[in-house]
């Protein structure tokens, strides 16, 4: 079973559009930890931020912006005001120590383009 | 300037042939981890090593072998008995605790069977 779905394939905007990735996740644990990563063209996976599941604060950095709702089990990513630097592939993750082992399970990520 | 080094970025291989992916980090990190990513997928673990001379199958590791000799190095070894090799292989590395720690990548090394 997927435990991170990103169901957006591609996001297409113009600059200075906002954009938000959907990340929806499934998991049994109590304590896990979410994360997104953002690969632009070279390959070169870039962290971004990661949330511990007891840590429902919002979170912006710049024009970055993370909403996660537990309730839901979401953790959507926004970009404010895009820029052509902005294009990338966008992937989200999920770890669950006492579980799965470990391991970081990873969405099929979101491409972005920003168009200028 | 900390990081991780990945080389070749780019490597071909006859079918048949062994080849090795190196991976290599400055950041006095414990734990290291080889990805495999196919177009159009995200990223699925190969293997994971959580200190020098340990390591542990990921979810694909049919195929590859690695060692852990030096905390620093932790080098990939692509088999003839991986069937489908062609793809991006990324390494990654972590503080030391697999359980919580953000884990960090290399370039990568995009890999192509003739």
């Known amino acids: 079973a997927q435990k991170v779905t990103q169901a957006q394939t591609e996001i297409s905007v113009v600059e200075k559009e906002d954009v938000t990735l959907d990340c929806v996740y499934e998991t049994r644990d109590t304590t896990y930890y979410l994360f997104w990563y953002k690969q632009p063209p070279s390959g070169e996976l870039v962290f971004l931020i990661r949330r511990n599941s007891f840590d429902e604060q919002n979170e912006i950095s710049g024009r970055y912006s993370w909403n996660f709702q537990k309730s839901t089990s979401s953790f959507n990513f926004t970009i404010t005001a895009s820029q052509v630097v902005d294009s990338a592939v966008y992937f989200c993750a999920l770890s669950e120590p006492p579980s799965n082992d470990y391991k970081l399970s990873f969405g099929a990520g979101t491409t972005v383009t920003v168009r200028a | 300037d900390g990081g991780i080094t990945q080389s070749p970025k780019y490597l071909f291989r006859k079918e048949g042939q062994n080849v090795t992916l190196s991976c290599e980090q400055n950041?006095?990190?414990?734990?290291m981890y080889w990805y495999r990513q196919d177009p159009g997928q995200g990223l699925r673990l190969i293997y994971y090593s959580q200190i020098v001379n340990d390591f542990q199958k990921g979810d694909i590791a049919e195929g590859y072998s690695v060692s852990r000799e030096k905390k620093e190095s932790f080098p990939l070894t692509v088999t003839s008995a991986q069937k489908n090799p062609t793809a991006f292989y990324l390494c990654a590395s972590s503080r030391g605790d697999v359980r919580t720690d953000t884990q960090y990548f290399g370039p990568g090394t995009r890999l192509t069977v003739l």
């Open positions: 950041l006095n990190h414990d734990a």
